[in-house]
């Protein structure tokens, strides 16, 4: 089964926010031997040190000067020059553990922090980078007790709590980072980002009053600062609730803070594209083009709705233009596929859906929507089911993928195996009649 709507794809509103190394004196100030040194300022703070320390400082000043230059390689490069010097300089193993972290060398980075922390345990840094390391290995586990020691020496450390309940949403585990970002907003009032963060997590936990009272409350501290991130899910929250005229007027907000946000109007214009009011979204497009704006979402979002009015000469049109203004946009290919599908021309859908699967290996849509119409064909059915699979390994619990392999089996005889899979399609998604038709369709051949 081919997706109901496919509507126009949103960005997505909830970017974890990364550790950022930002304080420059953690990574430039050296402690060693009763000297204080600063990169920034080169002061010392005792005699002027001589011999494998002074030399180590040279190594290390140069490995901030290439930082700076974003040559990461040449700055571990010095750092461990230096460190062949200086070996119990805390801050040169943990300058160092960071360009192994950015260089994606996460064990030779938690090698170099197991040095720091050993070095100096009162220092909390290199816990945190440690979690950081932990994290992008996925060992989450690992990074949650680092955080949780951390929070145990510093019960109030609002970066610690803030990196804890990150961690937790990576993990899926909502309620607990729920709590923990509840607990931050009291000490941090002021803090969008926080409010923001609980909107999120209390969407998907299906708290849509909850999540649009926290949106709420983070306008009400600021009424003239317009967030966009924040305005763009409130009205997406708005019309998830059925407050469409509230969504509709997050968007109008947007839009006139400013007229060149190219954003605003594809999210504006995909609300009405939800409610198949295609006329008000290709108003709300056209204000955008007429504005100036050349954003290859714009148009994608204009021919999807002149598509859906059958209007397929100028929804190729625009379709055209998007892909002249991003050739490597995947979501171009897909929706010129399904385009080229409506007009009957096979081997030019094809060819688009194979484009999108080469621009993003993860686009299950693409897989399913190629392999669905390989079976409504009865073409190529081993490679469909092949391609269905492949759509279900990203998202195994689609209930419109699983319809599409039922429906493959079925198309290659193999009834017994289609009917198991199309009960569970239609336990998936009740209210689809194109897959109940597909189970009596099974049901009434095995009968037979």
């Given amino acids: ?28 100030d050296i402690s060693a031997r009763g000297y204080l040194f ?6 010392i703070e005792s005699a002027r040190p001589s011999g494998a320390l002074a030399k180590s400082l040279a190594h290390y000043t140069m490995g901030i ?25 805390s801050y040169i193993h943990t300058r160092l553990a960071i360009d192994y972290i950015l260089t994606n060398k996460e064990e030779q980075a938690l090698a170099e922090l197991e040095i720091a922390v050993a070095l100096d345990p009162a220092d909390t ?8 390391a ?13 955080y949780v020691d951390i929070i145990r020496k510093d019960p109030e450390s609002v970066l610690a709590l803030s990196s804890l309940a990150d961690l937790l949403v990576l993990q899926e585990k909502l309620v607990e980072a729920a709590s923990i970002y509840e607990k931050l907003l009291k000490k941090e009032k002021n803090s969008f980002a926080l409010y923001f963060n609980l909107a999120v997590i209390y969407s998907k936990l299906g708290k849509t009053g909850a999540a649009i009272k926290k949106l709420e409350e983070a306008v009400e501290l600021d009424p003239d600062r317009v967030e966009t991130p924040l305005y763009y899910y409130l009205g997406l929250l708005y019309f998830k609730a059925g407050k469409i005229d509230k969504a509709i007027a997050q968007y109008d907000l947007l839009v006139k803070s ?8 594809v999210h504006w214009a995909d609300l009405y594209l939800k409610l198949n009011r295609y006329g008000d979204a290709i108003a709300v497009l056209d204000k955008a083009l007429k504005g100036g704006i050349k954003d290859a979402e714009v148009y994608l979002a204009m021919g999807y709705a002149y598509s859906e009015l059958k209007d397929y000469s100028k929804a190729l049109k625009f379709y055209n233009t998007a892909l002249r203004l991003d050739k490597d946009a995947p979501m171009v290919y897909f929706y010129l596929g399904a385009l080229y599908d409506k007009l009957k021309d096979k081997t030019a859908a094809v060819k688009n859906f194979r484009a999108a699967i ?7 849509d693409a897989y399913n929507y190629l392999g669905y119409m390989l079976v409504e064909s009865g073409e190529n059915l081993d490679e469909a089911v092949m391609l269905i699979k492949k759509a279900l390994e990203i998202d195994p619990e689609n209930g419109a ?3 599409s392999l039922g429906w493959a089996y079925f198309k290659k005889g193999e009834t017994g195996e289609a009917l198991k899979l199309l009960k569970r399609a239609v336990k998936l998604e009740p209210a689809e009649a194109e897959i109940k038709n597909h189970l009596e369709t099974v049901k009434k051949s095995l009968k037979k």
């Fill in 134 to 146: 932990y994290t992008a290995q996925e060992k989450f586990e690992d990074a949650r007790k680092e």
């Fill in 125 to 132: 840094r290199p816990k945190f980078l440690k979690a950081l």
């Fill in 1 to 28: 089964m081919l997706l109901k709507n496919i509507s126009i794809y949103l960005a997505g509103f909830f970017v974890l926010p990364a550790l950022m190394i930002t304080d420059s004196e953690a990574v430039t």
């Fill in 258 to 265: 400013d007229p060149r946000d190219a954003l605003a109007y």
């Fill in 65 to 89: 000067i290439y930082d700076n230059e974003e040559r990461f390689e040449d700055a571990i490069r010095e750092y461990s020059e230096a460190l062949a010097l200086e070996p119990d300089i």
């Fill in 358 to 364: 080469r621009l993003d290996p993860g686009f299950s």
């Fill in 401 to 403: 993928y699983i319809d």
């Fill in 38 to 43: 600063s990169v920034h300022e080169i002061r």
